[in-house]
């Protein structure tokens, strides 16, 4: 099974300042499709995920835009420009490329 | 507007069943690939099972292989998980969602199943 491993686990970041979360995967991501199946997911406290973004950096819809996420192969990284209240939560890597899916740790986001 | 309803959680002794359901609606369900996901309190989130939108091949994690079973009924608009031989480290939250392009854009609410004497 191919292994996620998610860096800093917590991060406490101030209000307005930016925020960064690693994801690296124990096998390349780039499906046989060309495609890289990396998702990212947040998960506000006592609600379900809500993804964020698709293949490595396209944004769902109603997703604000300091949410950005880049990457390849095996190292991906998941940005916010600016932190905003509403952004604390648990964040996490996904790996669809390969059966089973399978996630990071997960990173608590929370304000400084 | 895309809706992922859960139902049938509850207590269940060790080596019990359960059936969780998933109501959707909002979307053409007999078209998408549709997946089981559980979270166990204060813990990550696990893929359990997933369908082909017409029910012809099933997949499942090693964990589970042989005690849960998962169905659909297009008809129905609706996802089913039968749990059965439950253990304690089965106890979670257990998620429905939308499969789209080996990714999952909507998910449900969550329906707890607790295995415990």
């Known amino acids: 099974d191919v292994v996620m491993t998610q860096s800093p686990l917590s991060l406490p970041v101030t209000l307005g300042q930016p925020a960064s979360i690693s994801c690296r995967s124990s096998q390349s991501l780039v499906h046989s499709d060309g495609n890289t199946y990396l998702s990212w997911f947040q998960q506000r406290p006592g609600q379900s995920p809500r993804r964020l973004i698709y293949k490595v950096s396209n944004r769902d819809s109603g997703v604000p835009d300091r949410f950005s996420g880049s990457g390849s192969g095996t190292d991906f990284t998941l940005k916010i420009s600016r932190m905003e209240a509403e952004d604390v939560g648990v964040y996490y890597c996904?790996?669809?490329?390969?059966?089973?899916?399978?996630f990071g740790q997960g990173t608590k986001l929370e304000i400084k | 507007e895309v809706q992922l309803v859960e139902s049938g959680g509850g207590l269940v002794q060790p080596g019990g069943s359960l059936r969780l359901s998933c109501a959707a609606s909002g979307f053409t369900f007999r078209s998408s690939w549709m997946t089981w996901f559980r979270q166990a309190r204060g813990k990550g989130l696990e893929c359990v099972a997933n369908?082909?939108?017409?029910?012809?091949?099933?997949y499942y994690v090693d964990s589970v292989k042989g005690r849960f079973t998962i169905s659909r009924d297009n008809a129905q608009n609706s996802l089913y998980l039968q749990l059965d031989s439950l253990r304690a480290e089965d106890t979670a939250v257990y998620y429905c969602a939308r499969g789209v392009a080996f990714s999952w854009d909507y998910w449900g609410q969550g329906t707890l199943v607790t295995v415990s004497s």
């Open positions: 996904m790996q669809g490329t390969r059966w089973p899916p399978s």
């Open positions: 369908i082909k939108p017409d029910g012809s091949e099933k």
